[in-house]
């Protein structure tokens, strides 16, 4: 409906406030047939705020997709009022609350978005004669591929005869490419050529690259257009980065429409098409990348405020200098965990070089010792 209508619509079935109400009155009276009248409504009330508050996702019960082609939308002077759908004799109208809108390319704040189909009606329609031309060819005017005459023969002769079984014989699939021999005079003139099966080609080439142009298909994804048709354009490169670009913008246009309509009211959660064109992601990280580093280096140096920096990186100066203050005082720990260490490290050294004077005089006491005891020069410690 999107690429052919420029617009999609889906149903969302849910209980309406009216419904949810008009149900728990049921449920009371079913339950507690000796529920006044008066009471009745304050206990609905009660328990449908209770149903809300509780479990405000199970009141979406239905997604549904509706047919763009038979929807029409009233409206007032500023935004619609209801969407009716057309089936037959079948009429229904739902709310613009039970609706969820897709357009693919908005026209001019209007209710319906720019239709693709209508701004390629000439080219379909050239199609159309092209096909239908082709069509009517075979079937009324075609014309058989060759005519094999007989000049010396008349009609019914063995030879007539012999030539009819024969090619009825190499029409079949497995029989073609053969050889046929065959005895007199024989003529064959060709009446069916490729160049004129083909006249149309190069229009009906163009026609298909103008439809391909305005979905921004690459004409390098298109088989057939490889050649003529891609050669005079660019069948790579810029096309096909505009051809993700365009489909990565489709995907948010859907994701916006469920997020805000569906998955953030009902479930609270949101979805993402997965990418299949990261580039601009890509780039876009680095971009931030960049400019992260430059405050950084820039309030290093004091040469701009913490309300700047927020605002050349477009967060809040708050949040901004929430993690200025967080990055001080894991500096400030990381300090003191490197001055501890430090302190530790010299104590052990300390301590270390201690132990190796005692193990050092004790070793030239015992030298000492032995000196004396074999009457030897006692050796200076």
Same mark, same amino acid.
């Given at each position: ?26 449920? *009371? ?6 529920i006044k009248s008066k009471d009745l409504e304050f206990k609905a009330e ?8 509780? $479990? !405000?996702?199970? *009141? ?11 929807? @029409? ?6 935004e619609p009022t209801a969407y009716i759908q057309r089936v037959g004799v ?15 390319? !908005? ?7 720019? !239709? ?40 019914? @002769? ?16 497995? /029989? ?9 005079? %024989? @003529? ?20 298909? @690259? ?29 096309? #096909? ?9 489709? =995907? ?6 469920? /997020? ?19 580039? #601009? ?17 820039? %309030?290093n140096l004091g040469l701009i405020t913490v309300e700047e920096a927020g ?7 708050? *949040? ?21 260490? =430090?302190?530790?490290? /010299? /104590? ?9 004077? %005692? ?13 004396? $005891? ?8």
């Open positions: 409906d999107l690429l052919a209508l420029g617009i999609g619509y889906n149903w969302l079935g849910k209980l309406d406030d009216l419904q949810l109400k008009e149900f728990c009155e049921l449920a *009371i009276k079913e339950t507690m047939p000796e009660r328990i449908m705020d209770k149903i809300k508050k509780d $479990n !405000p996702e199970k *009141i979406a019960k239905k997604l549904r997709h509706i047919a763009a082609s038979t929807v @029409s939308i009233n409206s007032d002077e500023y079948n009429t229904k109208t739902f709310l613009p609350k039970e609706i969820l809108v897709f357009k693919l390319i !908005p026209f001019d704040g209007k209710i319906y978005p720019l !239709p693709p189909m209508e701004s390629l009606l000439s080219e379909i329609y050239l199609i159309w004669l092209i096909t239908q031309n082709y069509v009517s060819f075979f079937e009324n005017g075609g014309k058989p591929d060759n005519v094999f005459i007989l000049p010396k023969e008349l009609a019914g @002769s063995k030879n007539h005869k012999y030539l009819i079984d024969t090619l009825k014989k190499y029409k079949k699939i497995q /029989n073609k490419h053969g050889n046929l021999v065959f005895t007199g005079d %024989l @003529s064959i003139e060709k009446l069916m050529e490729v160049e004129h099966q083909m006249e149309h080609k190069d229009l009906s080439l163009y026609i298909v @690259s103008v439809l391909a142009m305005f979905y921004g298909i690459p004409v390098g994804r298109i088989p057939f257009l490889v050649g003529k048709a891609a050669a005079g354009g660019d069948s790579g490169g810029l096309a #096909d980065t505009g051809y993700w670009r365009k489909i990565s913008f489709w =995907q948010s246009k859907i994701e916006g429409t469920y /997020n805000q309509k569906l998955w953030v009211p009902f479930f609270g959660v949101k979805m993402k098409f997965r990418r299949g064109y990261l580039q #601009d992601e890509v780039r876009e990280t680095q971009n931030e990348m960049q400019k992260t580093q430059i405050v950084e280096q820039r %309030l605002s050349y990186l477009k967060i809040d100066p708050e *949040i901004v200098k929430e993690a200025q203050e967080e990055k001080k005082k894991r500096d400030e720990e990381e300090m003191k965990s490197n001055m501890l260490n =430090q302190n530790l490290n /010299n /104590n052990g050294n300390v301590m270390r070089n201690q132990d190796a004077k %005692l193990k050092a005089k004790k070793k030239q006491t015992t030298q000492n010792n032995n000196q004396s $005891n074999a009457g030897g020069k006692k050796i200076n410690p």
